[in-house]
Structures are given as C-alpha cells and as structure tokens.
C-alpha cells in the first residue's frame, strides 16, 4: 500500500518540530486544513514556552522560588502544577538520576519536552485519527517522538536508530502503529546531562507508550551507571537499544539484555 506524507517543520522551544500527516492520497486544498492544525500546536508549544521556559524570566519557573514563597496564585496554574508533581515523581522513580533541581534551582526541561510533545499529539493530532480523517500523524521533536495509526489501517512507522558516531549510520530500526520513541544522548547537544557518576552509555533509546515516559527513562539510562540502568531495565521492563562509551551495542526488552554485533 502506498501513502502520501503531508510534513510541517516549526521551530518552538530553541528545536525543530516535525508534524507529519499521512494518507493514501491528500485531495486538492485539503492540506489547508492541515496548515491550521499545526497553527494550534506552535501557538500550544509559544504558551508552553512562556511557562516552562529557563531562559525567560518572567516564565513561571524563572519565579519558582518566588511563587512558592509568596504563595502566588500562579503556582496553582494546573500546567505548572502536573508538571512539578511529575517531575518530583521522576526523580523518585529512578532515584534521583532525573531530577529537576540538580543544579540547585527548579528546571524541569527534561520533562517538559517529551510531556508537551505528548500533549500537542493528545490534544491536536490523536482526534484526527479517531476521527478516520487521516491514517496516521506524528510530531517529532528533535528525535523524541509520539506516534499514533488508525485502528483499522495497515500503516505503520518505521523509525532508524541513529548511530551517535556516525548520524549517517542507523544501528536498529524500530516498527510500530502507536507509541513513543525517546533517545538521549550527546551527539546532538553535547554533555548536557550531568551526572553524579561517570558516564557508561552514551546514547539511550527507549520506547514506551507515552513519551513523556520513555523521555525521562532514556534520559536516566545515560545518567545511571550501567550496572544499575540493567536492574532498572528489568524492574520496569523496558525496551530499547543503547550504546556504551566502549562502542557496543545493548539491545534490551523486558529481562533481556543483549550485546547486538555490528554489521
């Protein structure tokens, strides 16, 4: 079977996003109505931005500590309030290898992404399948995504594992119809996730249900030492693949951890 893609790039939040639509054929002037879908996801991730932005300072986490000690009603913002009770989750969850004061101040930044990726897919592209008005849609944001098919279609996504040494090299290729990818690693933006251990793996890719899940968990698979990353795997039966700062590659599902040969 063949599809056409219909693809918008936006760049929101200092990334690019990328929001495809897919169909077994766009008639003329539909793709306007498109246009206006994405229009509500920039104008979604703009409010997000003025939230949960570090680099503002009038957002509302630049004036967390002032909110928390004057008692401002805007800390009651019911956004603001799932975020910092989930990001506080997190970090108990994996331990306190995610956590949003690590640097001493509140910066939930790295739940922030995934969860307002899975939000907009939520609000402005999940209806759109449920509806039968596409076959499936997808919004990717610098290499996280939430993708979601049509019950009754025989669509599904193909997604390549980049290889951190070489972006031109894919080292596992993912197939699913519904679902969240997350990778995170230095490839891209450098060392920005800081450890109170060495580094053993560099790039984690994980995939899940919701992204703002499997963010967060491949975000800890390159905090924690690997010795506890596999107990981890294990207890929370993730699944994915990552690579090690040796250059082997771990594939691992559920109980399973597995050195993958290279070609």
């Known amino acids: 079977m063949n599809y056409e893609y219909n ?17 077994k054929e766009f008639f003329d002037g539909e793709k306007d109505a498109y246009k206006e879908v994405v229009t509500e996801i920039e104008s979604y991730l703009d409010a997000i931005e003025r939230k949960f932005s570090v680099f503002k300072t009038d957002s509302l986490v630049s004036r967390h500590s002032e909110l928390i000690n004057n008692f401002n009603e805007d800390f009651l913002d019911k956004e603001y309030q799932e975020v910092f009770i989930r990001s506080q989750q997190a970090k108990s969850k994996t331990r306190g290898y995610f956590d949003p004061f690590f640097s001493g101040t509140y910066n939930p930044t790295g739940f922030v992404k995934g969860w307002a ?3 907009a897919f939520s609000k402005y592209l999940e209806p759109l399948i ?3 008005v596409v076959e499936a849609v997808g919004i ?7 993708l979601g ?7 599904i996504w193909n997604v390549g594992i980049e290889n951190p040494d070489n972006t031109r090299e894919i080292i596992a290729k993912y197939s699913l119809k519904n679902g969240a990818i997350a990778t995170s690693g230095f490839s891209k933006k450098g060392e920005h996730i800081k450890s109170k251990n060495k ?26 030492p690997s010795d506890e990353w596999n107990n981890f795997v294990i207890k929370n039966k993730l699944m994915g693949i990552l690579v090690n700062k040796e250059n082997k590659i771990i594939a691992f599902e559920g109980g399973k951890i597995n050195e993958i040969e290279r070609s």
């Open 7 to 23: 693809t918008y790039v936006v760049k929101k939040m200092n990334m690019p996003f990328t929001i495809t639509f897919v169909k």
């Open 117 to 119: 990726i899975e939000n």
């Open 130 to 132: 449920k509806h039968g």
């Open 140 to 146: 990717n944001g610098a290499g996280d995504m939430q």
């Open 149 to 155: 098919t049509r019950e009754d279609s025989d669509f």
């Open 199 to 224: 580094i053993d793996n560099i790039q984690v890719t994980v995939l899940g249900k919701y992204l703002s899940d499997v963010d967060i968990f491949a975000t800890t698979g390159v905090a924690m």
